[in-house]
Every structure is written in structure tokens, then in C-alpha cells.
């Protein structure tokens, strides 16, 4: 975010004072989400990381526009709606997920457009030859490539079986994890980073 965007009256949210500068430059993490990250275990460590680097984390902020010539971005506050603008130098954006419509418009898509799937053997319940796996699949877990990892081997056991007419013993766990780096060498894996995570809803906030 831009440097000295306190001065310029535009970003409203911490006061001059309590933004340390670095490098004379400002970080602002916006995020539509209630907490930082939904995995309360993770939570807090992620929350030290934020303070450490003095990254001002604004939950609840839906960015609804980008203003290039001013270098402007507009979020709206979820449950307040009141508009909040933020300058910047550089802008990472993450666009909300959808499947491909090539998905969605298919007879393969569940109701949320992403490809149906049964969340233990991978198959299709209605197309039992379609076995998706990864960010395209209606799997109700992270879309992340340490996910995928895991889903792999049982897609391929149980095509094998599958293919020889045998039961689909192989069953995906719910494993999911995510590398969120937070420095040079090190990181947070975010998730249920062990086996068995379906069932263990607790973890969730
Ligand atoms: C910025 C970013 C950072 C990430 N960081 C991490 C991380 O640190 N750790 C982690 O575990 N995960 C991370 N992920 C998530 C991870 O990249 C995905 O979960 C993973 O790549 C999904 O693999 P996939 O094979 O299902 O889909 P993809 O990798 O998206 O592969 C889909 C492929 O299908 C192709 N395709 C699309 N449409 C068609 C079509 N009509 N015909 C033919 N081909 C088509 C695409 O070109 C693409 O090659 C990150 C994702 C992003 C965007």
C-alpha cells in the first residue's frame, strides 16, 4: 500500500501514529473473512505474525473498487457498508473462486457449480468413470496443491479398481494443508495437517 497514505487522508484506519513505518512503506491486509484464518489453532500465530510486521489486518472489508488513475482501492465494510479507501503503490488482489463455466454449465456440476464428488472415494455419484479431484472438485475442503497431494493416490487406486470391476476400498481422508510463508525459511502450515481431519469440524471457527 502506498507510503505516507496517512497523510493524504485517504486510508482511515489506524492512526498515524500507530503505523510504524518500514522501509516507509505501510501494509494493510484486507480480507472479507471474520478472522484472519478460520483454523483456530493457526489463528493465533498468524495474528503475532501480523502484529511483528505491523501489517494492519482489516476483516469484514470487501474490496468493491479499484480506482487506477488515483491508485485508490474502495472496500465495503460487511456489516457496517460503510465504504473505506485505501491508497496504494502496489495491489494484490484475490478474486472470489468460481468453478470454469465450462464446469458449471456441465451435467457433471453440483449445485455450487463445482464438479460432484463423493468426498471418500472421489468418484462421481452419478458418472461413476469421473473421479475429480483438486480445485475443480465439489470436495469440501481447501483448494490447495497440499491437498491435491493427498487425493491423488486414492483417485488412483480406486480408478484401478474401478477399472477392474472391484469395490473402491481407498477412501480420502479430508487432509488438507496450506504453506502460508511468513519470512525468509519459515512458514505456517495452515489446516488439518494430519490424517482424519473429515469429522473434526471442531477445529473450525
Ligand atoms: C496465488 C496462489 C498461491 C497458492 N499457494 C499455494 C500454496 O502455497 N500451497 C498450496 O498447497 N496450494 C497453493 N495454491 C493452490 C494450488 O495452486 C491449487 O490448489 C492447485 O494448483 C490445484 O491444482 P489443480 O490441478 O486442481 O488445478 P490447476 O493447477 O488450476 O490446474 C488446472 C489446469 O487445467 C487447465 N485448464 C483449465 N481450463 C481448461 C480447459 N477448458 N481445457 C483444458 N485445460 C484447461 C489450466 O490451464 C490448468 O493448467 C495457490 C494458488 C494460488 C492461485
Known amino acids: 500500500m502506498r507510503r505516507n ?7 482511515r484506519g489506524r492512526s498515524l501514529p500507530q503505523v510504524r513505518r518500514t522501509f516507509e512503506s505501510e501494509s494493510h491486509l484486507c480480507v472479507c473473512a471474520r478472522f484472519l484464518i478460520r483454523f483456530l489453532k493457526n489463528r493465533k500465530t498468524l495474528e503475532k505474525v501480523a502484529a511483528r510486521k505491523d501489517i494492519d489486518v482489516r476483516l469484514k472489508h470487501n474490496l468493491v473498487e479499484i480506482k487506477p488513475e488515483s491508485k485508490e482501492a474502495v472496500f465495503e465494510h460487511l456489516d457496517t457498508h460503510e465504504k473505506v479507501t485505501i491508497a496504494f503503490d502496489m495491489i494484490h488482489v484475490t478474486p472470489p473462486m468460481s468453478a470454469p ?11 455450487t457449480g463445482w464438479v460432484d464428488v463423493d468426498k471418500y472415494t472421489l468418484q462421481h455419484p452419478k458418472y461413476p ?3 475429480p479431484i483438486g480445485d475443480c472438485s465439489g470436495l469440501p475442503t481447501s483448494k490447495t ?22 469395490p473402491l476400498t481407498a477412501k480420502y481422508d479430508g487432509y488438507r ?25 471442531d477445529s473450525f471457527q
Open 145 to 166: 496443491g497440499e491437498a491435491v497431494r493427498k487425493q491423488a493416490p486414492v483417485l488412483v487406486q480406486n480408478l484401478i479398481s474401478a477399472i477392474r470391476g472391484e
Open 129 to 131: 468413470n469421473v473421479f
Open 177 to 201: 494443508s496450506c504453506p502460508i510463508v511468513t519470512g525468509y525459511g519459515k512458514f505456517v502450515s495452515v489446516g488439518m495437517a494430519c490424517c482424519g481431519a473429515w469429522g473434526s469440524s
Open 5 to 11: 497514505a496517512s497523510e493524504n487522508h485517504v486510508s
Open 101 to 111: 463455466d465450462i464446469i458449471k454449465t456441465s451435467p457433471l456440476a453440483n449445485a
